[in-house]
């Protein structure tokens, strides 16, 4: 089975460091969204799996089969890209996969920002804004496909993870058992997710999930050999 994980901005509300500015996110109108979605159609995928929570997987196709959804709503990724592409390949379902309970108070990643490693924090957090100065400067451009596949670069894709990595080796021990605990935990949640929802028949789908997640994903969905996973910033037609 072939996955095409395009790993995405996210366009509402997020408390996510990696976000854009408000003016950036209304850089873009259903012209852009819609070409980016043509795209990604090309695939050909057979279902689309989205960052929204697994136990309201009823809830969110209510949503994606209503004629009527809130402005809230709206605004996100999920609306923009993963209804527009379920829909253009004639899906009559769309799957929630996520898995995000917020972290014990112990490992909150706030306490590491405040703690005794709060430099080396703030210097780990640096890159993290040139690649948002980057994003930005794309956005600029109205190229919605350049933007995707710059996000969906190998080298975007490992200095998201190296933020991961770095937070790891830091001397407070919250840090380490943040990305453990919390980090490595929801994406081995999200996978299993994955697994439980592909379908018997199904032979390629289209995972649509925030960037930062690119890397996990990929590894531990291609410990499952029977799994082929391409990065958007890798594919074409």
Avoid at 4 to 24: A, F, K, R, W, Y
Avoid at 187 to 204: A, C, Q
């Amino acid at each position: 089975m072939e996955i095409l994980l395009v790993g995405t901005i996210h366009l509402g509300e997020t408390p996510d460091i990696n976000s854009l500015s408000e003016n950036d996110k209304k850089k873009y109108s259903d012209v852009h969204f819609e070409q980016l979605a043509e795209d990604i159609a090309k695939f050909q995928a057979d279902q689309v799996f989205v960052e929204y929570p697994f136990e309201l997987q009823k809830q969110l196709n209510v949503i994606y089969r209503s004629a009527e959804v809130n402005e809230e709503f709206k605004e996100n990724e999920i609306y923009h890209i993963g209804f527009r592409l379920a829909k253009m390949l004639g899906h009559n379902s769309i799957y929630a996969v996520d898995w995000h309970e917020e972290p014990e108070e112990s490992i909150n990643l706030g306490l590491v920002a405040e703690g005794k490693s709060k430099a080396e924090y703030e210097g780990i957090m640096e890159p993290i804004k040139a690649v948002m100065k980057t994003l930005s400067s794309i956005i600029q451009q109205y190229d919605i496909i350049k933007l995707y596949k710059y996000i969906n670069s190998r080298d975007c894709i490992l200095n998201d993870h190296k933020v991961y990595l770095d937070l790891m080796q830091l001397d407070d021990e919250v840090a380490f058992e943040w990305v453990s605990k919390y980090w490595y935990y929801r994406n081995l949640r999200i996978v299993r997710n994955i697994k439980r929802s592909i379908r018997p028949e199904t032979k390629r789908a289209v995972i649509l999930y925030g960037g930062g997640h690119n890397y996990l994903l990929k590894q531990l969905l291609e410990d499952d050999q029977s799994l082929k996973v391409i990065h958007y910033g890798d594919w074409s037609e």
